[in-house]
């Protein structure tokens, strides 16, 4: 369990940094035991998930050394084909083993996280892509087996533009004898990076980035290096932060070309924004004022990743704010534990409205999961006086790197504790 205790009211001021992203690093780590070759990546941020990540990769037999933001993977020796629940179980998104294993070993065996931590996350999606390559698939108690001697390319067509059941399906598609085309693929940054790293890797791919991918063969390489790119949540997470305590703050190393939804809303929102290749600049002298309509769709549109970050924003706006969450049904956690601060948030359904007020007291609260969980960091960064936020399950550390102490360098008071 951690305890973030977080004096508000004081300005973000200086300039940071931002950490290579989970949501790319994962189906890379994943893809690297597609084949049998030494991957070096760099620029991996040290999370929960990652770790989560490495460990999967240990039992199935590959060689996994961590040097500070450096990692490498030797899948040569990989030689087992199932992921026991434990190892499963640690991260939500282990599921994109699946194309990889299936595609390397012709089976797969995995266990699935129950529990929901967004409402309902079914993978119905990555199974039919798995089919669709001609694999056999069963799934009961749980557990999913893949079977497939031979992988055969094919047209997958996907009925909504899912992330993980792209990826799944380019890492498979990959190890498939013939031409794979993926229509209705997310066409989210990750994909484009995934895209990348999958080429680095001897794969003869293009379309990412679009609503087809077309993947026509593959020629294994022996070595493979790769740069992560920004994360461009934990860039959104850092503006917010600026939005809801002010502040002046430059992030470097970013693409703000990942996250335009995101700083035109602050920028409509008054926030003075100074937008460049790799760096953003946020000032927040003036009061936010709100009448922003927010609606999560899939890339390009706003990411609903950044929904409960704008939340946290838009807490002291002056106005209305709303919120209409598209992606996730039990997006709105946040909502209850924001209230505590005197937010006046009303949700009805897949609509939230926040009404600005002028000031929010520091309370204990509780992160129920991880964006949710940084949205009370950035309102706490936000309200007067003293608040404890309380993650007993550790879901801040899944996905960000050192946040407390990026926070701290910018003028925040805080101290995390872990008990
Ligand atoms: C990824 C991101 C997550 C982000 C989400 C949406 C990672 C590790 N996680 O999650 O941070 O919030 O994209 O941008 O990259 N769905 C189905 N059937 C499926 C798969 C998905 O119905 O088989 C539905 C989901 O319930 C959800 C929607 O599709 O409503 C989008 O989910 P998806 O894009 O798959 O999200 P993830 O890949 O899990």
């Not at 973030?4 to 940094?17: A, D, K, N, S, V």
């Not at 204990?364 to 006086?385: F, H, K, M």
Request: proline share 4%.
């Amino acid at each position: 369990m951690s305890v973030w205790r977080i004096q508000g009211g004081y300005p973000l001021e200086g300039t940071m940094t931002i950490q290579g992203a989970k949501n790319a690093v994962l189906p890379v780590l994943a893809a690297t035991v597609l084949t049998g070759c030494e991957t070096e990546l760099t620029n991996v941020p040290a999370l929960r998930d990652v770790e989560a990540s490495l460990n999967i990769l240990r039992w199935l037999g590959c060689q996994v050394q961590r040097q500070g933001d450096v990692v490498r993977v030797d899948s040569r020796n990989a030689g087992r084909s199932d992921i026991p629940a434990a190892l499963m179980r640690e991260m939500r998104s282990s599921v994109i083993f699946l194309g990889a294993v299936l595609g390397r070993f012709g089976a797969a065996s995995l266990s699935l996280p129950g529990g929901c931590e967004l409402g309902p996350r079914p993978i119905d999606l990555h199974l039919a892509a798995m089919e669709r390559l001609g694999a056999r698939v069963e799934c009961e108690d749980g557990e999913i087996r893949a079977a497939a001697p031979v992988l055969r390319g094919a047209v997958i067509g996907l009925p909504l533009p899912s992330v993980g059941a792209t990826e799944n399906a380019m890492i498979a598609a990959c190890a498939a004898k013939g031409t794979t085309v993926i229509t209705g693929a997310a066409r989210e940054p990750e994909i484009v990076e995934l895209q990348g790293f999958l080429r680095a890797m001897g794969a003869d791919m293009d379309g990412a980035g679009t609503g087809t991918i077309t993947v026509r063969g593959f020629e294994p390489r022996q070595r493979v290096g790769w740069r992560v790119m920004p994360d461009r949540i934990a860039a959104a997470t850092v503006l917010c932060a600026c939005a809801c305590a002010g502040g002046d703050v430059e992030l470097r190393g970013a693409d703000p070309a990942h996250f335009v939804c995101v700083t035109d809303t602050l920028a409509a929102m008054g926030a003075e924004m100074t937008v460049k290749s790799r760096r953003v600049r946020i000032r927040c002298r003036e009061e936010l004022t709100g009448g922003q309509t927010i609606i999560t769709r899939p890339y390009p549109g706003f990411p609903t990743d950044a929904q409960p970050l704008m939340m946290a924003a838009s807490l002291k706006a002056a106005g209305r704010t709303v919120f209409v969450e598209n992606i996730f049904s039990g997006r709105y956690r946040q909502a209850e534990q924001l209230r505590r601060l005197g937010a006046d948030i009303r949700v009805a359904g897949r609509m939230a409205s926040v009404t600005g007020v002028q000031t929010l007291r520091g309370a204990r609260l509780r992160a129920e999961d991880l964006r949710g969980g940084a949205s009370l960091i950035i309102a706490a960064l936000g309200a007067e006086g003293e608040s404890a936020v309380i993650d007993t399950a550790g879901h801040v550390e899944r996905g960000y790197d050192g946040l407390d102490a990026a926070l701290a360098a910018l003028g925040a008071h805080i101290d995390r504790s872990e008990n």
